[in-house]
């Protein structure tokens, strides 16, 4: 089964930026996604970002601009690049991985953007 790691969340002021990471446990073969969700208190979990197995991306209109997913296929890594960083933007935020291997879903890592 596939486990994801995340890492580089914390604190940061409004207008600033974070960098997300978000390591597969192995190999990954056949179609799948790797994403970004968010979810905020009093929220439902939504998708911020997807990268499929091709490259193909996606954004939220809400991140559109200023977040930017990418991958390092080598590393089996996912990153999100937060920036201009709102305090709308806070939530914790899941890594997930969906294909061949099922779901999985990373722990979360939280992102609170605060003056």
């Known amino acids: 089964q596939v486990q994801l790691v995340e890492s580089g969340g914390g604190l940061v002021q409004p207008g600033g930026s974070l960098r997300l990471s978000c390591a597969a446990s192995g190999m990954l073969f056949g179609d799948y996604s790797l994403g970004w969700h968010r979810q905020a208190p009093g929220k439902q979990r939504d998708l911020v970002a997807p990268?499929?197995?091709?490259?193909?991306?996606n954004y939220a209109h809400s991140v559109k601009g200023r977040f930017t997913i990418s991958r390092d296929n080598a590393l089996n890594t996912v990153y999100l690049q937060m920036n201009n960083l709102t305090h709308e933007d806070t939530a914790v935020y899941f890594c997930?991985?969906?294909?061949?291997?099922?779901?999985?879903w990373g722990q979360g890592t939280q992102v609170t953007v605060s003056s």
């Open positions: 997930r991985y969906l294909g061949v291997l099922g779901i999985a």
């Open positions: 990268i499929s197995s091709p490259g193909y991306t």
